[in-house]
């Protein structure tokens, strides 16, 4: 049976009520406290009646896909590498909302996406909980997605695209950015041929719930995201390690973005070469607005500023001639999206990311199922294959 909800009290039945097609109440509001209540539970909003009462649904099963499962076929690789697209994020949220509300869809009589439902989720956006992935071509508007981040998942809501392929790069970048901060799952909500071949899967809502019984409020990523995500480890051996550790962590936030997600600090023996102390090496994810090759040019100012010597021409364990000696601090890219660059002082993933546990165990801890877009392999499988024994112990 369907419950009628008290419009003046938030508050949800047991999701395990719904009925055979996943319909569970009606009534209450599309205000922010309703919406995030809900999605806490596993419940979603799905269309609203003229007198704006909002029809909940929780379905099972329910459509979920682990950033680790993501199918990145080898046409949509070669179109992610092409250039053809530009991706941003929470650029322009009402656009892409009202984009999905008016595409036409098979099957599909008109749209759940009232401008009661954009109008709620445009809130959200100003609040800091809904986000969108834009694809641009030519600098229009051809694609994207939008959806709600709460606790470490993103339930997406809909897509769009008036631009083949472009909803799938959209995708694919939100997937990226799963990864990228630590997210456990990606709520899909409703089983579609489609989503299962991107790698999402069909789960009863016992096992859905069961996942959201770890939630964590804390862990919510609110606020506006940026367009880029880059994964940067930075280390040292010399002076106050730690205080010069911290000093690098600030000048980033300041100068690059926002440093979104930490791994522990971890010491490790010196690579290469012998020294009278071991290095700290720190992983960090970093939002910003920069393209990579600025990214770059920050880092090496940062490091310059704390102290940082570079040998004549700039070598470093990116490059073929390389110079291994202490230094007081290190700021590596390892990860910018999941781009491949390849130029003259730059190249991502990291070449030999893959070849040194210093590096992999700390992009672990934070970032396990992140796919190296070149080996297709996830840090988690390349930390297990890695044959390097140097010993990497946490420091705190």
Known sequence: ????????????????????????????????????????????????????????????????LLPSEFRCSQ??????????????????????????????????????????????????????FAHSFETFQDGQLVGGLYGVSLCDYFSGESMFHTVRDASKVAFARMVNFAAMHGFR?????????????????????????????????????RGRWKNNSVVLLIGGNQGERVVLMMQAIALIAQRIGTVSVVSSLYETEPWGFEAEQKFLNQALVVDTDLDAQSVLEVALAIEQELGRVRPAGGADWQSDDRTYASRPIDIDLIFYNNDIVQTPSLQLPH???????????????????????????????LLDECTDQGEVKEYF
């Open 75 to 128: 046409s949509l690789a070669r179109l992610l590498r092409s250039g053809r697209f530009e991706v941003r994020v929470d650029t322009c949220f009402r656009q892409v909302v009202e984009a999905c509300a008016g595409v036409q869809r098979t099957g599909q009589d008109g749209t759940w996406i009232s401008p009661r439902f954009i109008d709620a989720y445009c809130e959200m956006h100003r609040q800091g």
């Open 1 to 64: 049976m369907a419950y009628i909800l008290d419009d003046e009290q938030v508050g949800f039945p047991d999701p395990r009520l719904s009925e055979d097609d996943g319909f569970l109440a009606v009534g209450g509001s599309l205000e922010p406290l309703w919406l995030l209540n809900a999605y806490y539970m596993g419940i979603f909003p799905w269309y609203d009646d003229q007198a704006g009462h909002p029809y909940w649904y929780s379905l099972d099963p329910r459509m979920v």
């Open 351 to 381: 070449p030999r990311m893959h070849l040194r546990r210093f590096v992999l165990q700390p992009l672990a801890q934070i970032v396990p199922d992140l796919m190296h877009p070149k080996f297709g392999k996830t840090v988690r499988q």
């Open 185 to 221: 799952f990606i709520d899909a909500q409703q089983p579609t041929r489609h989503l299962e071949s991107l790698g999402a899967r069909k789960m009863p809502r016992e096992e859905f719930l069961a996942l959201l019984e770890h939630n964590n409020i804390d862990k919510t990523y």
